[in-house]
């Protein structure tokens, strides 16, 4: 199974520590031409930081990095990059002020200064590498115009153009919809056909699954499995690692709700245009006092635009009441002031400031006292923050970073919380953390939420009612015991 | 902008400054010395932009470049009277030393932190030119014995064609590969690195053009003034009034600093008769600009031909 003669990347002992924290312990792995490599792991188990290691973003303690023979653990990574690896990063920063081929046309460019004018060939070649990659019909377009999966493509397009050996790619097929990924995992399958080392660093076996000659599942720095993704998907540890306990929480009926008439929040017919573009058309929405509501939708379907509107941050026509009265004239400071509070997809934590502080900052209105035994509580709500109390927001794990912003927004004792995709980008092991989160609030408190989501799995158990949102209009509700045989078909 | 290529933008540029060079025929000598000095802070603005609008660094202190070149330049024509050329190319030298000294530590820390780095360094070098007062002339000014013409016409061209070559160079260089180079390492150099590219190396490099056209103009200015002091060519109003300029301008254009600098120093000329008031009003205009088009002149300027 794990030959290394001839490896194109042959990585061995790689360690990384960050102070007294063992991010990555003695890993090794190995892909040769023409094959792909499978890299998971939850969050924070240093899938990534393995990634930035072989790259040389940031340097290994111990261990080696053979590139087709060569070490070059510790190189800077523009001297690893010209021997032979590139990498097509999670989050693209194109440029924006430069056509879709001009940035392809960067990655052309040799590292010298004295290379002042353009090599004729290079817009050919420039041409012929985004045509390669599906980007031939925008071309002439500024990234900032193109829709997330072209960006990707850009990203792809730069990373091949340097003929890279090696190719390294983080989480492929995040935002992407199903015919977008179909798409890029064809363009993988070619780059690998060319006769590249691809190593693919995810999540889930299962989105790379169908790609991958072999995989390799990491947890807390350490190679926790490998072999065939069938081999990896029936490990024991695995398994343990990935799937927690399933929740059960029954959803209670509409009618319990004693707000009937006039529910806490009643949106109506609300419609959001961006430009030309309805982002909403005619929506209506009701949420009961102490009612959980999921708002189902993929990726641009109006979730987001249907948050802001509530929360007073974009115009619309229509109307939003809450508890009757139209929320139309209040601020978005008067609508958060008076609790319904929303935790952006975004996050938008203060990254420099530790845990305690940014929980200190969401309950400055509190006195002392009560702001004390609020953190009290949610730090039995979310154990782990009680652990990172001291230490800054920007260095927790993405998990633990939408805890803290969940935990930051109850601090604001809200009537109505708005969470916003919490589950983005985050591994099953902190979903179950969420979801146990989720439902105590549900059981032992009365506040109200409403939830978007694209993950159905962890919308559904959490809802009293749930939603259907696509392409900008509501196309069901209902309870979610109905969900999967009404409206389950492409979420599920 | 992304319309016009650059040869046309050259080539318009060099009809705007053939023009300008028969200014003299039709304007006072009080004018003409304004645009000088217009002129070299134009250079002054221009090598500014590369740094902050291509490579990223906010550079705050673009007047230790230029007091270094003035100065060095004044100080050896006091001492030892050599050629003036010579005085001008050691202080374009020294300007290059004094940016290389100044970057390779301040390259390597990121953020905030560079540009603390610059501003530190022009209050240092106001420190040691008022105290070493023997050599510097201190707080009072150093009088250099030479100057390049007594002629405002002479001194007039030479800022001007001077000014035009320095932009058509910098402008070139920054569409250049290497100028996408430096946006690239600026707005991301994690990525840059990635794709192969030496990121200190680039902006080092644009940080040594920057400093070559700053101590240039900076001993220039000197010749054309006759004296090099603090409040002329060191003090962090001036370098303020560059950065404005630039950013007035239009950030990432090059060319537009020029139209920025040419504005500040017409309106201050314009408000002198308000006394202190006027410098008031011209850095509360500047804010305005900044606030209401932060695209700039330039910007303003090739955004509505992009929609024409």
């Known amino acids: ?492 | 902008m992304r319309s016009l290529s650059t040869a046309h933008v050259l080539l318009i540029s060099l009809g705007v400054v053939v023009l300008a060079s028969f200014l003299p025929l039709g304007v006072s000598g009080y004018i003409l010395g304004l645009l000088t000095v217009a002129y070299y802070f134009g250079v002054f603005a221009m090598a500014w932009d590369l740094l902050f609008g291509f490579a990223g660094e906010v550079n705050f202190g673009p007047t230790f470049l230029i007091g270094v070149g003035g100065y060095t330049a004044g100080i050896l024509d006091s001492l030892y009277q050599p050629p003036i050329w010579l005085c001008l190319v050691a202080g374009a030298f020294a300007a290059v030393l004094g940016g290389v000294v100044l970057a390779l530590p301040a390259l390597r820390v990121r953020g905030p932190y560079f540009g603390l780095t610059t501003l530190v360094a022009v209050l240092m070098l106001q420190n040691f030119i008022v105290v070493a007062a023997s050599l510097t002339g201190g707080e009072i000014g150093l009088t250099v014995p030479d100057v390049i013409s007594i002629s405002d016409r002479v001194n007039y061209e030479i800022a001007l064609w001077f000014m035009a070559v320095s932009g058509a160079i910098l402008f070139a260089l920054s569409r250049s590969p290497v100028g996408l180079i430096l946006q690239a390492s600026g707005q991301d150099a994690v990525q840059a690195g990635a794709l192969g590219f030496n990121v200190v190396k680039h902006k080092l490099a644009a940080f040594i053009i920057s400093a070559f056209f700053s101590g240039l103009a900076g001993a220039l200015l000197v010749f054309y003034l006759g004296t090099a002091s603090v409040t002329t060519l060191v003090d962090i109003t001036v370098g303020v009034q560059i950065i404005i300029a630039a950013v007035i301008g239009g950030r990432r254009t090059i060319l537009g600093a020029v139209l920025g600098a040419i504005f500040l120093i017409a309106m201050s000329e314009l408000l002198r008769p308000l006394g202190d008031l006027s410098n008031f009003i011209v850095f509360a205009m500047a804010l305005v600009v900044v606030l209401a088009f932060p695209a700039g002149f330039f910007g303003l300027l090739t955004r509505t031909k992009e929609s024409a």
């Open chain 1, 1 to 492: 199974m794990t030959q290394t003669a001839g490896a194109l990347l042959d990585v061995r002992g790689l360690t990384k520590r960050y102070g007294g924290l063992v991010a990555v312990k003695d890993m090794a792995l190995n892909v040769h031409a023409g094959k792909i490599l499978g890299l998971i792991g939850p969050n924070g188990s240093g899938k990534s930081t393995v990634m930035k290691l072989i790259m040389g973003i940031e340097r290994p303690d111990a261990g080696s990095v053979r590139i087709d023979g060569t070490d070059v653990a510790g190189w800077p990574s523009h001297k690893i990059a010209r021997r032979g690896v590139g990498i097509v990063f999670q989050h693209s920063r194109p440029l924006h002020r430069q056509t879709v081929l001009e940035n392809v046309k960067l990655a052309l460019m040799p590292d010298r200064l004295t290379y002042l004018f353009a090599d004729p060939q290079t817009d050919a070649r420039a041409r012929a590498i985004a045509t390669r990659v599906g980007l031939g019909a925008v071309l002439d377009r500024r990234p900032g115009t193109l829709p997330f999966a072209d960006l990707r493509k850009i990203e792809i397009a730069k990373a091949i153009a340097r003929d890279p050996q090696v190719l390294l790619i983080d989480e492929p097929f995040a935002g992407l919809t199903a015919t977008e990924t179909e798409a890029f995992s064809d363009l993988i399958c070619e780059l690998r056909d060319d006769g590249r080392a691809v190593l693919l660093v995810d999540h889930n076996v299962k989105s790379v699954s169908r790609l991958v000659d072999r995989v390799i599942a990491m947890y807390i720095g350490e190679r926790i499995a490998e072999g065939s993704a069938e081999e990896v998907m029936r490990d024991e540890k695995v398994r343990r690692v990935y799937l927690g306990g399933s929740i059960e929480t029954a959803a209670r009926p509409e009618s319990s709700f004693r707000d009937a008439a006039t529910p806490f929040l009643a949106v109506d017919k609300l419609n959001v245009l961006y430009g030309k573009a309805q982002a909403l058309q005619d929506v209506s929405i009701h949420v009961h006092a102490g009612e959980f509501v999921s708002v189902v939708g993929l990726n641009g379907a109006g979730k987001t635009t249907l948050f802001n509107a509530i929360s007073g941050l974009v115009p619309y026509a229509g109307d939003i009441r809450r508890e009757g009265t139209s929320l139309r004239a209040a601020s978005a400071a008067a609508i958060a002031r008076g609790g319904i509070v929303q935790c952006p997809e975004g996050r938008e934590l203060f990254t420099d400031m530790t845990v305690r502080e940014n929980l200190d900052l969401g309950g400055q209105h509190l006195p002392a006292g009560e702001s004390e035994t609020q953190i009290g509580w949610l730090f039995e709500l979310f154990p782990i923050l009680r652990e990172r109390q001291k230490q800054a927001a920007g260095t927790l794990s993405g998990g633990e970073q939408q805890m803290l912003t969940i935990a930051r927004a109850l601090m604001m004792q809200p009537k109505l919380l708005i969470l916003d995709e919490p589950t983005l980008g985050l591994a099953p092991v902190i979903l179950e953390q969420l979801s146990r989160a989720l439902a105590s609030l549900r059981q032992t408190t009365d506040i109200t939420l409403l939830l978007g989501e694209q993950n159905v799995t962890f919308a559904l158990p959490h809802a009293d009612r749930v939603y259907v949102l696509e392409h900008a209009r509501i196309v069901w509700e209902g309870e979610p015991a109905r969900f999967a045989a009404e409206a389950g078909t492409g979420y599920l």
